[in-house]
């Protein structure tokens, strides 16, 4: 049986649907712009918690728990904490969950990690002790049991965590994502945050797929701050299809010569696609939320939200 | 067969240089590419030509093999016969049986030739030699359709595929390498998992490629091992 420790979880729980964002931190002490991210997404009160990426694309950065609670300190909005198998054997994500549960992190999102040969210290050793199934099963352990992996025993109160793992609805043949997906529900995830998805209905036949898992879904999108943002999804990230229609629409508002007016028509634009989106993925019962990877792009968030839910 | 790549001439001489009758001990085991008698006899006139190049005039060398490096009974009745006047070895095996020659012969400087890379096979057609087995000590092939996840998956994980997995492939390509370690190409590589599945498929197995795999005991395959002869 699930309890909600977070808001996440609450919110899911009492059937709202849910919208999540993503702050992603670099490499710097300076956690300022990120902070100012955070506060917008707060400020929009509709989004519920927002992840911090932990060296993403393997790129090594500030830890993402030590910004994850600097950010939930500042300001007060949740955090959803990422946490990789990537640079980490069993003690250390141990060490850090422990530290996560006692800094007052509610929400873990439970990744195997990108491989670091695709970062910027390409010759580090990989660790993944781990890999992202176990660490939901580590977490579920330490949170139900009050037990690591290997059955000792953590003293005093156990770490309150909502878990969270990856999707990818993107994944051909979906076949083997559903097998993945039941693999990690059985050990305890209990939301799924998504890969990107821009085409509806990607993200439609993924949500039939998954009804039958016991967990809740949020889809991924991106709403692309520039042409040049969607078009570089398109070209570079192998695996996510971005329909032609939406590209071609963007194209042409970048072609508005006037920066001022571009930005307005780019916004509305992703205001009324995404909206659309929305509403068509949401009418899925096992579709439990939408999680919104608008990084350094958090104004759109909250009027993207408004045209769905009303004022 | 283990898969070996011989280190830069460079290299070689920066151990050998201060030597006047160095011994060339190659292997007739299971190293690939072969480092029997003809390469030591190669590796012999690449030494001596190396330090003439370099006014080391009075170096020589001398070529040999041995049935198994890496058995310190056949090393030391084939090689103690013709050890005398050596004063440094060079093997061409790998990193075991320059280890093996270090314990049965003490007192001579042992040299390594080789960078000692995998235990792999080798693929005729395209002549590559393909990692396939990382000695891990709980073998999983019979679970994975025959495909080790262990070796092939770069993450090495057991509840894959990952996210890295795109239309079949790895996110991380074979990189192929120079003696220097600088990645001189690229090659594409199957998600081993995505292998698996197929294979598992096809077999009528997918309960075993749905079947979660708790973590493995890494103290089974930590350095050093010991194994009794049994």
């Given at each position: ?182 693999r990690k529900a059985e050990v305890g995830a209990e939301f799924f945050q998504t890969q990107v998805v821009f085409d ?112 | ?230």
């Amino acid at each position: 049986m699930v309890q909600a420790f977070s808001n996440l979880m609450r919110n899911i729980l009492d059937g709202k649907f849910v919208y999540t964002g993503e702050l992603e931190p670099h490499k710097s002490i300076d956690l300022s712009e990120v902070i100012s991210w955070a506060k917008t997404l707060k400020e929009t009160g509709r989004i519920v918690a927002a992840n911090v990426t932990d060296n993403p694309k393997s790129v090594g950065s500030i830890s993402s728990l030590v910004a994850s609670y600097i950010i939930q300190r500042e300001t007060g909005l949740e955090i959803i904490y990422q946490l990789r198998c990537s640079d980490r054997n069993r003690l250390a994500l141990v060490s850090d969950l422990l530290g996560a549960a006692a800094l007052g992190i509610r929400n873990v999102l439970a990744l195997t990690g990108d491989h670091p040969r695709q970062g910027d210290m390409p010759t580090a050793m990989p660790v993944y002790d781990l890999d992202g199934t176990q660490l939901v099963d580590l977490i579920h352990r330490m949170v139900y049991e009050g037990k690591d992996i290997n059955g000792n025993e953590i003293h005093g109160p156990r770490p309150q965590f909502n878990i969270g793992a990856a999707a990818n609805p993107n994944f051909k043949p979906l076949e083997v994502e559903v097998l993945k997906i039941e693999r990690k529900a059985e050990v305890g995830a209990e939301f799924f945050q998504t890969q990107v998805v821009f085409d509806v209905n990607v993200a439609l036949e993924f949500l039939d797929a998954v009804k039958h898992v016991n967990a809740a879904f949020l889809i991924g999108i991106f709403p692309p701050r520039s042409y040049g943002q969607a078009e570089y999804f398109a070209k570079y990230v192998p695996g996510v299809q971005v329909p032609a229609e939406f590209l071609d629409n963007l194209k042409k508002i970048s072609e508005i010569s006037d920066r001022k007016e571009r930005r307005k028509r780019i916004d509305e634009y992703n205001i009324e696609y995404f909206s659309e989106f929305i509403r068509a993925v949401k009418k899925k019962p096992s579709c439990r939320g939408i999680h919104i990877m608008a990084v350094g792009y958090p104004e759109v968030v909250g009027p993207l939200i408004e045209s769905v839910e009303g004022s | 067969m283990i898969v070996v790549k011989g280190k830069p001439l460079d290299e070689i001489l920066s151990f050998l240089l201060p030597y006047k009758n160095v011994l060339i001990v190659g292997c007739d085991g299971c190293t690939q590419p072969p480092r029997g008698l003809r390469e030591a006899m190669t590796y012999a006139m690449l030494v001596e030509m190396g330090a003439k190049l370099r006014g080391k005039t009075d170096l020589k060398c001398r070529a040999t093999t041995v049935a198994k490096q890496c058995d310190n009974h056949i090393c030391s009745t084939t090689l103690t016969p013709q050890l005398e006047g050596v004063d440094a070895i060079l093997s061409l095996a790998c990193g075991v049986g320059v280890q093996t020659l270090v314990e049965v012969f003490p007192e001579v400087p042992v040299y390594p030739g080789q960078n000692t890379t995998f235990i792999g096979s080798q693929e005729r057609e395209g002549s590559m030699l393909y990692e396939k087995c990382k000695a891990c000590g709980e073998c999983l092939l019979g679970e994975t359709g025959g495909i080790c996840p262990i070796t092939n998956c770069p993450k090495g994980i057991l509840n894959g595929p990952c996210g890295g997995c795109v239309d079949g492939k790895c996110e991380v390509p074979f990189e192929i390498r120079d003696e220097t370690g600088k990645v001189v190409k690229t090659v594409a590589k199957d998600c081993a998992w995505y292998l698996i599945y197929q294979r598992l498929k096809k077999l009528n197995r997918l309960d075993l490629f749905r079947k979660y795999r708790p973590p493995r005991n890494r103290a089974i395959s930590s350095s050093p091992r010991l194994m009794e002869v049994v």
